[in-house]
C-alpha cells in the first residue's frame, strides 16, 4: 500500500514540477524538460501526454534540430481553462477568472457590509454565477485568500481577527455551494504565489511580499517555497511593533504597523489631524466624517504639494522602513514587493522606506535587497488566490 501511494505521491509532484518548468521557462521542448528536471524520456513523455490529454499544456511551434526532425514545443494551454480567484478583503470582495498564467480575463468587486460566513457565501456565489453565465471558459479550480491564519492540514481558517472569524470551514461551505475544486490560504501567502509565477518576482529565489490594506501581512518565500510556520501565522509583518507609544491594534498590543501603515489607519491619521485643526487642501471637502476620507485622496494631495498627507506619508514610509529592516536582517531576501492599496502612493513613500532601511538595516544585506513595487497592484491577491487554484488542483487531481 505504501509502495502504491508513494508512487502515487512521486508521480503527482513530478507533473507538478514539469508543468512548473513549462510555467516559468514559457515554452520549452521535451528534451529541455529533460534536462531541467533530470526526469527520464519515458517518465517526461508520460507526464506530458498526461498534460496534453487534460488540456493544460498544448504543442506550439517547432523548436530548433539537434540533428533529426525539429522537436515540438511545449506552452500552458491559455484558450481552454481558466481559474478563479476570490480575494476576501473584510472591506471588500474582489473576484477574478484569468487563464492558466495569470491574466485576468474578467474581474468583479463588492463593498462588503459585514462578514457573516453565509452572507459572505451567498455574495461569493452571486458574482461566480454571473461571472459563469457571462463568460463561457471551463473553470479548472478556485484560490480563496484569507485575511487570517489558515491550518495548512485541515485548510481551516483558524483565525482570523479582521473578519472576527475562529474555527471556520470556509472551503466546505463554498465546495458545496460552487461546486468547484476550492483552495484556501492566507492572503499574504498566495500574494507571493501570484508574484512568484505572474507578478514582480519571477524567477526570484528568495522574497518578501508585503500587502497594505485593511491589514498588513507578508508572504515569505525561502528557496522558491512558502514558509509558513509551525501554526501558520509567519509572516504577520503588521503586528511587528515599531511605535512603543503607539496605539491599540486589533491584535491587544500597542504601536504595530498596522497601526500605522494600514490603509484605515493612514486614513484615521490624517482625520485626527484634520479634526485638530491642521491645514490641508482635502479640508476644503472635508464635511468633519472619517468616511470622506480615502487613500487615492491623500496620494493625490501630497503630490499636489499638500504639507499634512506628505507628512502622514512620509510617516508611514519611515516606519515601514523600520519594519522592513528587522525583515531583512532576519531573512535576507533578494527582493521585497510591496503591493496592494501601496500602489495609490508608492512614488510618494519610496524613498523614505529606502533611506530608512540604508540606515537601520545590515549594510551587506540591505545593499543586495531591492524594494519594488507590485507589478500586478492591487490583483496581486486576486491573481495568487487564482495561482493557488491552479497550482493546489495539480497537485491533487488524478
Ligand atoms: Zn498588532
Not at 517518465?43 to 498534460?51: G, K, M, P, R
Not at 517547432?62 to 526532425?69: A, D, E, I, V
Not at 492558466?100 to 462588503?112: F, P, Y
Not at 497601526?259 to 489631524?273: D, G, K, Q, V
Request: charged share 25%; net charge neutral; with cysteine.
Amino acid at each position: 500500500m505504501n509502495i502504491v501511494m508513494n508512487q502515487q505521491y512521486l508521480r503527482v509532484f513530478n507533473r507538478y514540477m514539469v508543468f512548473g518548468e513549462i510555467y516559468k521557462n514559457r515554452i520549452m521542448s521535451r528534451g529541455d524538460l529533460q534536462k531541467k528536471t533530470g526526469l527520464t524520456p519515458t517518465a517526461i513523455s508520460n507526464i506530458v501526454n498526461d498534460l496534453l490529454e487534460k488540456r493544460l499544456i498544448v504543442e506550439g511551434e517547432n523548436g530548433k534540430s539537434t540533428g533529426g526532425r525539429r522537436p515540438k514545443l511545449l506552452e500552458v494551454n491559455v484558450d481552454d481553462w481558466s481559474i478563479l480567484g476570490i480575494d476576501l478583503d473584510p472591506a471588500r470582495l474582489s473576484i477574478g477568472l484569468m487563464d492558466l498564467k495569470g491574466s485576468l480575463i474578467d474581474l468583479r468587486t463588492k463593498d462588503l457590509k459585514g462578514n457573516d460566513i453565509e452572507y459572505l457565501v451567498e455574495e461569493i456565489k452571486t458574482i461566480v454565477d454571473s461571472i459563469k453565465k457571462d463568460v463561457d471558459r471551463k473553470i479548472l479550480a478556485a484560490g480563496v485568500g484569507i485575511p487570517g491564519w489558515v491550518c495548512p492540514e485541515t485548510n481551516i481558517v483558524t483565525f482570523a481577527p479582521n473578519l472576527g472569524w475562529k474555527g471556520v470551514d470556509i472551503r466546505t461551505r463554498l465546495t458545496e455551494e460552487l461546486k468547484l475544486p476550492i483552495y484556501v490560504d492566507n492572503e499574504a501567502s498566495v500574494t507571493a504565489l501570484g508574484e512568484s509565477w505572474a507578478g514582480s518576482a519571477q524567477n526570484i529565489r528568495n522574497f518578501i511580499a508585503v500587502n497594505f490594506r485593511t491589514g498588513v501581512g507578508s508572504g515569505i518565500v525561502i528557496d522558491s517555497r512558502i514558509y509558513k510556520g509551525v501554526t501558520g501565522s509567519s509572516g504577520e509583518i503588521g503586528h511587528i511593533p515599531v511605535d512603543e507609544d503607539g496605539s491599540i491594534c486589533s491584535c491587544g498590543n500597542y504601536g504595530c504597523l498596522e497601526t500605522i501603515a494600514s490603509t484605515p489607519s493612514i486614513c484615521r491619521r490624517l482625520y485626527s489631524l484634520l479634526k485638530k485643526g491642521m491645514p490641508s487642501v482635502i479640508k476644503d471637502t472635508f464635511t468633519g466624517k472619517l468616511e470622506d476620507i480615502n487613500i487615492s485622496m491623500i496620494a493625490e494631495a501630497a503630490r499636489s504639494g499638500d504639507a499634512l498627507s506628505i507628512e502622514v506619508l512620509n510617516q508611514v514610509g519611515r516606519y515601514i522602513g523600520l519594519a522592513l529592516s528587522i525583515a531583512i536582517n532576519l531573512l535576507n531576501p533578494d527582493v521585497i514587493v510591496l503591493g496592494a492599496d501601496a500602489v495609490e502612493y508608492e512614488d510618494i513613500i519610496l524613498s523614505n522606506v529606502r533611506e530608512t532601511i540604508r540606515s537601520k538595516a545590515l549594510f551587506t544585506p540591505v545593499k543586495r535587497c531591492k524594494v519594488v513595487i507590485s507589478s500586478l497592484g492591487r490583483a496581486a491577491p486576486i491573481v495568487g488566490a487564482g495561482i493557488l487554484g491552479l497550482q493546489s488542483h495539480l497537485t491533487t487531481m488524478v
